[in-house]
């Protein structure tokens, strides 16, 4: 069972940065595609970005796009999003999620395991 744990959430001003980490206990991400997703209240859970297993292709939903970058740190095991120019629309709690698939997945019915989640909080 791979068990993920996400870091790096917190409260930050409109326009500001804040990066993102998600980590396997136990395991490592290296061969795994990994998604990030949000869910911000009241809304469902949606896609934000995602990077496969090989070749590290990277994929973004429309209103990230320019602003977050997801990308793995090898050495680290772990994959991060790098997110800047924060918008308050883009409070949520955001989750990580890995897959044994080829490609980049979209929906979260595809993943196999995920995060408990982290916050991130943007003030206007």
């Known amino acids: 069972q791979v068990q993920l744990v996400e870091s790096g959430g917190g409260l930050v001003q409109a326009g500001g940065s804040l990066g993102l980490s998600c980590a396997a206990s136990?395991?490592?991400?290296?061969?795994?595609?990994v998604g990030w997703f949000r869910q911000a209240p009241g809304k469902e859970r949606e896609f934000v970005a995602g990077?496969?297993?090989?070749?590290?292709?990277?994929y973004y939903t429309a209103s990230v796009k320019g602003r977050f970058t997801i990308s793995r740190d090898n050495a680290e095991r772990t994959v991060h999003l790098q997110m800047s120019s924060l918008r308050p629309e883009d409070t949520a709690v955001y989750y990580c999620?890995?897959?044994?698939?080829?490609?980049?997945?979209?929906?979260?019915?595809?993943?196999?395991?995920w995060g408990q989640g982290t916050q991130v909080t943007v003030s206007s």
């Open positions: 136990g395991h490592t991400l290296n061969s795994y595609g």
């Open positions: 990077i496969a297993r090989t070749r590290s292709t990277t």
């Open positions: 999620a890995a897959h044994l698939r080829p490609g980049i997945l979209l929906t979260e019915w595809e993943y196999d395991y």
